[in-house]
Nanobody, 120 residues
């Protein structure tokens, strides 16, 4: 069983910064890809950022240059540093981890979501 715990969401003014965290615990072999998604009011869930096990990152065009995804493998944690926040970044942010349960079995897990609200 794998559990994910997200933290870091908050109300912040435009131009502000936040750092989201998603920590995995439980019994597993390793964590492969780590992703952050978001779902704004009345919108579909979208991929925001992705980091591979080797550290390669990719971002949605809407957040390039403002957001940074990183991972701490020793802590089984993925982070999303969000700078220069805009009202359109308001959403519930979800982490998604591709976990190697055993050498032959992988599974996707989702965090519970954390609310980010950007407003003056």
């Amino acid at each position: 069983q794998v559990q994910l715990v997200e933290s870091g969401g908050d109300l912040v003014q435009p131009g502000g910064s936040l750092r989201l965290s998603c920590a995995a615990s439980g019994s597993f072999f390793s964590i492969q890809a780590m992703r952050w998604y978001r779902q704004g009011p009345g919108k579909q869930r979208e991929l925001v950022a992705h980091i591979t096990s080797g550290g390669t990152t990719n971002y949605a065009d809407s957040v390039k240059g403002r957001f940074a995804i990183s991972r701490d493998n020793a802590k089984n944690t993925v982070y999303l540093q969000m700078n220069s926040l805009k009202p359109e970044d308001t959403a519930v942010y979800y982490c998604n981890l591709k976990v190697q349960i055993t050498r032959l079995l992988t599974a996707d897990y989702w965090g519970q979501g954390t609310q980010v609200t950007v407003s003056s």
